[in-house]
């Protein structure tokens, strides 16, 4: 069997149990999200928070929610590094700096994972496991907490009311991403993944000597980290490193973890706004792209395009054998569709159109599923875009599910897709303007400058993979990414939820024959356009100066 | 003003005691049962696939890729020889342990310093591979045999790679060529459940299943 052949079925295999998941993961999210009864647990949590799962919240209280939450967890994991040093559990390894501590913090409650340490010479069990991991479930619990206000936004009239944030939340973390977390753990512990709570032990070598191995709770790490599209390794060397991802089958296994809950929330949003076919319009939507995209990748990456490659007789640079150029390629653009950024290749010695596409994929907001949460509200968010445009094509006042798009929603949308490319490309641009940023490059020319686009476009997105190349622990790097996930992660969220506000407090539309049908694929087809054409016009001549200049040249 | 700050901190209270027992559920909970579960079902696995020789010595993890060097640092030629591994670093924080820190070059396809590496590369596999009576043909060299992985702990090399070193390995250890062959064709692991992923041979397996051919011969 030939690789591509391989490959080719490596995708379907994964196309087959995403599908076999998506009708009982979805509609079991939307009876979570819909139900009435809490289970004991759950009581035992609010009573411990001290705030009444039954209260229903307008948008600006399930923003504060949001925050307050958020900004305690940062708070908590920047303290958490910083005392690193004298916490027990922590294998004696020292605190982390202040401007790396924020970065991090940041980066794992923004559900990125951006890394600019080395895990296994940085962060004890203690931070791994009870801090790093933790907020792998939480953040990612909260973006599906925001995606389903924005869902009840569309289903509920003439109320405002979206839901309370803290049942959702808790619901989010114990009902839907436990189970599967634990069961995925364990399939990986089945494969090879390391799963014990060692110190620094010394294991013997075949000729001679010993080499330091770290223990570590890896495989319930890394089952929330793919299942929560978070990305954050327990090794540098994240899913490449054979603790973390030992086996082709669990390379596969992890690529549907990513893409498991992101799919299938399109489900879930069509059974909580009483139509199954819009979730199956915005579900084709994504699925289109996802598959387009891995068929470049594939290409490019056989094609292997590029001095070293072709000297080598193959793009295996950066690659694992076990997984091959096929399983990278699935990897690499799933990890980047959806707001994931583990990696089980480096991206950055993919072939310069490669690496393109994985920039383009975090470009496109990660909508393609996009992250817990976060992939299926920007993709409504799109999906408003592409309405208003329809309208404005045809002059009629615009319509999403029975919901007027009048011009408050229409700014909210805009406001959201405005701020990530903001973000990119003044910090890209400041990066490159500035003189000392630039030494952080470890590639030359245009790839040097993809390093620092793509740091960027993976912070403002929430995406978390790199160009490694980059020296990103330095003041200014650590800063500035900061900030850009932060950003990028909560004021979003600001706008979908006052737009989620503004869409419940309207009274529903009926449905005339002038009325858009959003479930067909005629509108499949027009959202698709509308998300290549923005990204397209707004990254296009950064892209130009990276990655095409790269791969054309 | 003074109602807007007490509700921003009874606020910021409750997240507090919310994060808490979620840290309780997710971050000791969790990872709890999933170790215990792991470690009396798994249990080897569960440690790092330790690998023993044929006198029941640990050396090393089936999964973790590991160097073949003589005493000067060069690469032991008795020994099958796996993928090189340039990204691979040491520890720069926590000095008082000698950790690997795994990682790729992150080197790009058009960067003159790969090109130079993967030059020296093929220009070594050739030179050392080949004997009296074999020479490598430049065109038999496959990718992986030149290019640094992702981890740099690549545990496998292709098939092709493996064949490649088989006159070499034979001659070092006075092994017929037949011999070692044959001893690679064992080790040789297909696609798992003929599709996914690529074919491999363990390295390290081969390389013990080496060393109890030439002491037994």
């Not at chain 1, 994972?113 to 340490?117: G, P, R």
């Not at chain 2, 065109?139 to 990718?143: D, F, V, Y």
């Given at each position: 069997m030939s690789p591509v052949l391989a490959g080719v079925l490596q995708v379907l295999a994964l196309i087959a149990a995403l599908a076999l998941a998506y009708r009982p993961l979805g509609d079991y999210m939307a009876r979570v999200y819909s139900s009435e009864k809490h289970l004991r647990v759950e009581k035992w949590i609010y009573k411990g928070i001290g705030a009444n799962p039954n209260a229903e919240m307008r948008w600006t209280a399930y923003l504060r929610g949001v925050l307050a939450f958020s900004a305690v967890s940062v708070l908590f994991l920047y303290l958490m590094q910083r005392v690193q040093g004298s916490l027990?559990?922590?294998?004696g390894f020292r605190s982390i700096d202040p401007d790396q501590a924020f970065n991090t913090a940041a980066s794992f409650v923004a559900n990125t994972?951006?890394?600019?340490?080395y895990g296994e010479q940085a962060m004890g069990h203690v931070v791994q496991t009870g801090g790093l991991a933790v907020q792998n479930f939480v953040s990612a619990a909260v973006g599906i907490a925001v995606a389903v206000a924005l869902v009840r936004g569309f289903a509920?009239?003439?109320?405002g009311e979206l839901g309370n944030f803290w049942a959702d939340l808790v619901r989010g973390t114990v009902r839907i991403l436990i189970p599967i977390a634990v069961v995925g753990a364990l399939v990986l512990v089945a494969c090879g993944a390391i799963q014990n709570f060692a110190g620094i032990h010394e294991v013997g070598q075949f000729t001679g000597g010993t080499q330091q191995w770290n223990g570590g709770a890896v495989a319930s790490q890394e089952a929330i980290k793919e299942l929560g599209t978070n990305?954050?390794?327990?090794?540098?060397?994240?899913?490449?490193h054979p603790f973390e991802n030992p086996n082709a089958f669990s390379n596969l296994f992890e690529v549907f973890l990513i893409l498991v809950i992101p799919f299938a929330l399109t489900r879930t949003f069509g059974k909580m706004v009483g139509s199954i076919k819009q979730g199956y319009a915005i579900l084709a939507t994504m699925a289109t792209i996802w598959v387009g995209f891995i068929a470049l990748m594939m290409w490019t990456e056989f094609a292997h395009h590029g001095p070293a490659f072709d000297l080598a007789g193959g793009?295996?640079?950066?690659?694992?054998n076990r997984f091959g150029i096929g399983g990278t390629s699935i990897f690499a653009v799933s990890t980047t569709l959806t707001s994931t950024g583990a990696v089980d290749g480096f991206h950055s010695s993919l072939t310069g159109l490669g690496g393109g596409i994985t920039m383009l994929g975090m470009q496109l907001?990660?909508?393609?599923?996009?992250?817990?949460g976060s992939g299926l509200y920007g993709m409504l968010i799109m999906a408003i875009i592409a309405v208003f445009i329809a309208g404005l094509m045809v002059g009629r006042t615009p319509e999403y599910l029975g919901k007027k798009i009048g011009t408050r929603e229409i700014k909210f949308a805009a406001c959201y897709i405005l701020i990530t490319p903001a973000l990119v490309l003044v910090f890209t641009a400041l990066s490159m303007a500035?003189?000392?940023?630039?030494?952080?490059?470890?590639?030359?020319g245009a790839h040097g400058f993809s390093e620092i686009l793509y740091a960027f476009t993976s912070g403002a997105n929430n995406?978390?993979?790199?160009?490694?190349?980059?020296?990103?622990?330095t003041n200014w790097f650590n800063t500035t990414i900061g900030l850009a996930m932060l950003l990028g992660r909560f004021l979003p969220m600001v706008f979908v939820l006052a737009l989620a506000g503004s869409l419940a407090e309207q009274k529903p539309i009926p449905e005339t024959?002038?009325?858009?049908?959003?479930?067909?694929p005629l509108f499949t087809g027009l959202l698709v356009g509308t998300i290549l054409i923005i990204t397209g016009l707004t990254y296009f001549p950064a892209l130009a100066l990276g990655p095409l200049a790269e791969g054309l040249a | 003003m003074n109602n807007s700050v007490g509700n921003t901190g009874r606020l910021l209270w409750a997240g507090f005691r919310a994060l808490i027992l979620l840290t309780v559920v997710c971050g000791v909970l969790y990872p709890l049962a999933v170790t215990g579960v792991a470690q009396v079902a798994f249990h080897d696995k569960a440690n790092g696939s330790e690998t023993e020789n044929a006198d029941g010595k640990?050396?090393?993890?089936?999964l973790i890729g590991q160097t073949y060097l003589t005493k000067d640092g060069?690469?032991?030629?008795t020994w099958f020889q796996p993928r090189p591994s340039n990204g691979l670093g040491e520890n720069s924080?926590?000095?008082q342990y000698k950790l690997i820190l795994s990682g790729a070059?992150?080197?790009?396809?058009?960067n003159p310093e790969l090109v130079k590496q993967i030059k020296q590369a093929r220009a070594a596999v050739i030179k050392d591979n080949s004997t009296a009576t074999y020479k490598v043909r430049p065109?038999?060299?496959?990718?992986d045999a030149v290019t640094s992985s992702?981890?740099?702990?690549?545990?496998a090399i292709s098939p092709e790679y493996a064949d490649l070193q088989v006159h070499r390995v034979a001659e070092r250890n006075h092994l017929s060529v037949a011999q070692v062959q044959k001893l690679v064709d064992g080790h040789k692991d297909g696609r798992?459940?003929?599709?996914?992923?690529e074919p491999t041979v363990n390295v390290l397996e081969l390389n013990i299943a080496l060393q109890q051919l030439t002491t037994k011969s």
């Open positions: 027990p559990g922590s294998l994972n951006w890394q600019s340490y509920r009239s003439r109320t990305g954050g390794g327990y090794f540098n060397a994240n899913s490449a793009a295996m640079e950066g690659k694992e907001g990660e909508i393609a599923p996009g992250g817990t500035l003189p000392t940023p630039k030494d952080s490059m470890l590639n030359g995406n978390g993979s790199a160009f490694a190349g980059l020296s990103a622990d024959a002038g009325t858009l049908r959003t479930q067909k | 640990v050396v090393g993890s089936s060069k690469p032991d030629l924080v926590n000095t070059t992150n080197l790009a396809g058009d065109a038999s060299i496959p990718a992702g981890s740099g702990l690549d545990p798992i459940l003929g599709f996914m992923g």
